[in-house]
């Protein structure tokens, strides 16, 4: 059966808010990123792209990858859909196609009539990307860092702040690429009682934790199959910012085998069971990350951030599939620039 990939990139925000007008900017980000779907894209597939793509720039995508995908635009139930630059001449519907999204959300059911079953409960897809459920499985597993938690309203922040003696990050139940964060030491300011007060009231809980000397943070992937069977398909070096947000990815960076990136990936793998026990199935990132300790040591943070959707990550996975595997890839986000040029980003080989 042929794939339609929809890149609903705006999948964290509809989490937290539901689904209303998108933003300008929303869709903007939506129409650039739909090109990163070639990683995955196989002959005979289509991406959908809220904004049309220069057919001339995407024809050259597909060629110089070898792959003939079409571009699906338009009002996607109960109105046209019109394809450019497919050589297969589909128009219609959607029907006989496995609609492949980038997170399954309620708008991807509603507006793209996904069959019954054809993705796992929103109810567990929203549970399984809360950052209170990975906060949770830390604890329940002993891996918590010290400090680090669920907080519930300012006075328990305030307690939690006298507690730790040094740097943190408060974080939003729902984020993405490092975004919906912020970081400090000591008393917070003014502007950041107002954030926390704004995410208390809308979600319930921020999640405090001790900043680390971050050595490396790395995002291993899973799938998790319909049987409950869970598959490690490898990782990649996550490049970032100084505020953490995410940069790009880079393959073959490091080695998997030592003893505590085993560690890690096993403490990753009971969490994907978790997410299998609940119902969950199909793509998972989860974020780790290499810090220092006291002395000159370091130690391996194995459930960062959990990602129940499709990641950049895993997208640079695949790219890395089409190299040689003596060669070292970096998938790195670039300025966009102009929407009709169909950039997507720069992938370096080495």
Same mark, same amino acid.
């Given at each position: ?40 894209? &196989? ?10 793509? %220069? ?60 069959? !019954? ?7 567990? /897809? ?17 891996? $918590? ?11 328990? @922040? ?5 507690? +730790? %003696?040094?740097?943190?990050? =408060? ?15 000591? !008393?917070?300011? #003014? ?10 009231? &809308?979600?319930?809980? +921020? ?7 971050? +050595?490396?943070?790395? *995002? ?8 409950? !069977?869970?598959?490690? #398909?490898?990782?990649?070096? =996550? =490049? ?6 995410? @940069?790009?990815?880079?393959? *073959? ?10 560690? *890690?990936?096993?403490?990753?793998? =009971? ?21 220092? /300790? ?22 640079? #996975? ?21 929407? $009709? ?10």
């Amino acid at each position: 059966m042929p794939r339609l990939f929809v890149g609903n990139f705006d999948f964290e925000h509809e989490l937290v808010e539901g689904r209303g007008q998108r933003s300008g900017v929303l869709q903007r980000l939506n129409g650039e990123l739909a090109c990163s779907w070639l990683a995955v894209a &196989r002959d005979g597939d289509a991406i959908w792209t809220p904004q049309v793509i %220069n057919e001339r720039a995407w024809r050259t995508l597909f060629e110089r990858f070898q792959v003939d995908v079409g571009m699906v635009t338009g009002p996607v139930r109960g109105g046209p859909m019109r394809e450019v630059a497919s050589r297969r001449g589909w128009l219609a519907g959607g029907d006989g196609w496995e609609i492949v999204p980038w997170g399954w959300s309620g708008s991807i059911v509603k507006e793209w009539g996904a069959a !019954e079953g054809a993705g796992p409960p929103l109810e567990v /897809v929203q549970w399984a990307n809360s950052r209170e459920f990975s906060c949770q499985l830390e604890a329940q597993l002993g891996v $918590s860092l010290p400090g680090a938690g669920v907080v519930r309203s300012m006075e328990e @922040l305030q307690q939690r702040l006298r507690q +730790v %003696n040094g740097p943190w990050i =408060l974080k939003a139940n729902f984020g993405m690429s490092g975004r919906e964060q912020l970081r400090g030491s000591g !008393e917070l300011t #003014l502007p950041q009682v107002g954030w926390c007060k704004n995410r208390l009231k &809308r979600d319930g809980l +921020v999640v405090f934790e001790p900043r680390l000397e971050v +050595v490396r943070e790395v *995002g291993l992937q899973f799938e998790i199959e319909r049987s409950g !069977e869970v598959r490690l #398909l490898g990782g990649c070096e =996550l =490049l970032v910012d100084q505020r953490g947000e995410y @940069l790009g990815s880079g393959c *073959g960076q490091f080695d998997l085998s030592t003893e505590g990136w085993l560690k *890690g990936s096993s403490l990753a793998e =009971l969490a994907c069971e978790r997410l299998a026990s609940k119902g969950y199935f199909g793509p998972v990132g989860i974020d780790q990350m290499e810090y220092r /300790v006291q002395g000159d040591g370091t130690a391996i943070r194995a459930i960062q951030d959990i990602n129940a959707r499709w990641t950049m990550g895993r997208l640079a #996975l695949e790219w890395g599939k089409r190299f040689p595997e003596r060669h070292r890839l970096r998938w790195r986000h670039g300025s966009f620039g102009e929407q $009709s040029r169909g950039d997507v980003g720069e992938v370096d080989v080495h």
